[in-house]
Structures are given as structure tokens and as C-alpha cells.
């Protein structure tokens, strides 16, 4: 999922606002017989909303809570409001895992904690089961996993592991292929490849981020030259991987993310150096 910077999203608001008041069209609650077909753009926004909070993509902060405890609210009253949507339980599971690591996820100063790195003691324990219980009960509809539930699967990998050593790579791997069947999102890719390097190493991952390099579809984000510069780095491929980590830092709109590059870049030392070892990248795996 692509995020647009709050100014921008703003703007867009204001024009709808006055486009809406300009057409006459009037406020109505939607019937219940036609919840459904709007569901989806609904999940839509609340875990938009979620995202922007889980990792800010623009500001000096890299987290914030209490937009994503809003959307999460949302996601809730949404479960409660159509119990028998199961995309909407898994959503609401996803958020759950996530905002589970919030706080182990930052420094005091507010510097971001990457994943191998985080005190999983300090994780919500309770906020994991209700997350799990949100993902059973959107099974249980026997509806089949829909792109929610799935990466609602993913999270549980990461939230119910002890270490990241002992994550369940493989069914990560497994659970990314199935949805990048379901949805033509590059990133959905990217995590893939991040996995990949988890379970068979950096050079099997650095094809697949070598093959999203060549479509140009991620060609102005960060999070394809940091998660290829960690490859790099992690080959001993150190020049490539300082100038990819780098430039990642030049694309990187959030002030802390820029921060963790640049001292991920200044980790490889200079031109030359040898190769030190890398955390997963932080491309929502955080």
C-alpha cells in the first residue's frame, strides 16, 4: 500500500469536500444490504490510517500510537457491526499483532528499534491473543483467507516467534507467495524477497529484489535500495550496499527511518570495508 504525506492527503479531503457540497449530494447512512459492497473500501482506509501510525512516512516521529489505537478503535466497532465478515476480524487481528510491538519498537529518545533487535518482553502478550483469537474467529466463517487474512497470518509468524532466529521463515515465504497471488502490490514482493533472504539466504533474495529493480515499479521508494542494500551488505558486497543504503536514505520522507539508514550506510564503514552483519530491513517487518 502506497501513502501519500498528510499535506497532500489533506488537500485531497478539502477538494472532495467542497466537490460534494458543490454537487448537492447529500449524507445518508448506507443500508445494511449494502455494507458489503463497500467493505472493502472501508477496510481500506482504516488500515491506511493503521499504516501511517505503525510507521509514519513523514515527521520527526517514526511511530504514533494514538493514530493507529484509532484506527484499530474503528477496526473493532467495524467486527462488531458485521460479525460475520471475516475480513474484517482478520484486519482487525492484524492490527492486533502489530500494535502489539509498539512498545518495544522505540528508543526513549524515540529512535526506531528494528526487529531483531527488540525486547520481546516487552510485546503485549494480551494484545497477541486477542489477535489470535481475531484470525480464529475469521477462519471459523469458513469463508477461505482473503489479503487481510493472510498477512494477518504473517504477523502471528513474527508475533508468537521467540526470537527472530526462530521464526517460521519458511511459512512466511509460503504465506507472501500466496498473497502476491491476490494482489499486484510490488511491496507485497519486497517482503517476500525479505523473507526469502531469512530462509535461504541473501543471494536467493537479491534475484527477486534484482527483478522489482528491473520493473521500475518501486523506483521512487526507499524500501527497494534499503532492502538491497542490506542484501549487499549482508554478500560483503560493501560499495554497493553503502551506495544502496544511502540513496535509500535520500528517498526515505520520515526523519528516524532516514536516521536508521544513514547509520546503517555509516555501519559499512568506508569504501572498502568490510561487510558487518544486518538486521531484516525495516519494510514493515518491523
Given amino acids: 500500500m502506497f501513502l501519500v504525506p498528510v499535506p497532500t492527503a489533506q488537500a485531497r479531503i478539502t477538494r472532495a469536500k467542497k466537490t460534494l457540497e458543490a ?5 445518508e447512512v448506507p ?5 458489503s459492497e463497500r467493505l472493502g473500501g472501508v477496510l481500506g482506509v482504516i488500515y491506511l490510517i493503521f499504516t501511517e501510525g505503525y510507521a509514519a512516512t513523514s515527521g520527526d516521529r517514526w511511530v504514533r500510537p494514538e493514530v493507529a489505537g484509532e484506527a484499530l478503535r474503528l477496526g473493532r466497532v467495524l467486527a462488531g457491526l458485521t460479525p460475520r465478515e471475516p475480513e474484517v476480524h482478520a484486519l482487525v487481528a492484524l492490527m492486533e499483532f502489530q500494535a502489539s510491538r509498539f512498545a518495544a519498537r522505540l528508543t526513549p529518545d524515540g529512535s526506531p528499534v528494528l526487529l531483531a533487535d527488540q525486547d520481546r518482553r516487552r510485546w503485549d502478550r494480551g494484545q497477541i491473543m486477542r489477535g ?3 484470525l480464529d474467529r475469521a477462519d471459523s466463517l469458513g469463508q477461505g ?3 487481510y487474512a493472510i498477512q494477518a497470518a504473517i504477523a502471528r ?7 527472530v532466529g526462530d521464526t517460521d ?10 498473497l502476491g497471488r491476490l494482489t499486484s502490490n510490488p511491496v507485497v514482493h519486497l517482503n517476500r524477497a ?6 535461504a539466504g541473501p543471494a536467493a533474495a537479491l534475484k527477486v529484489v534484482d527483478g522489482l529493480v528491473e520493473s521500475g515499479l518501486l523506483r521512487r521508494s526507499h524500501l527497494l535500495p534499503s532492502v538491497r542494500g542490506e ?12 551506495a544502496e543504503l544511502s540513496a535509500a536514505a535520500g528517498l526515505a520522507g520520515n526523519q528516524r527511518e532516514r536516521d536508521v539508514l544513514l547509520a546503517k550506510a555509516a555501519a559499512l564503514g568506508t569504501p572498502h570495508a568490510s561487510a558487518t552483519g544486518c538486521d531484516p530491513p525495516p519494510c514493515r517487518t518491523t
Fill in 23 to 27: 454537487a448537492r449530494v447529500p449524507f
Fill in 31 to 35: 443500508d445494511p444490504s449494502e455494507w
Fill in 132 to 134: 489470535v483469537e481475531a
Fill in 145 to 147: 483467507r482473503g489479503g
Fill in 157 to 163: 509468524c513474527h508475533a508468537t516467534a521467540p526470537s
Fill in 169 to 178: 521463515w519458511e511459512q512466511i515465504v509460503v504465506l507472501y507467495e500466496a
Fill in 194 to 199: 525479505v523473507a526469502v533472504s531469512m530462509a
Fill in 231 to 242: 542484501l549487499l551488505g549482508r554478500l560483503g558486497r560493501t560499495d554497493e550496499a553503502h
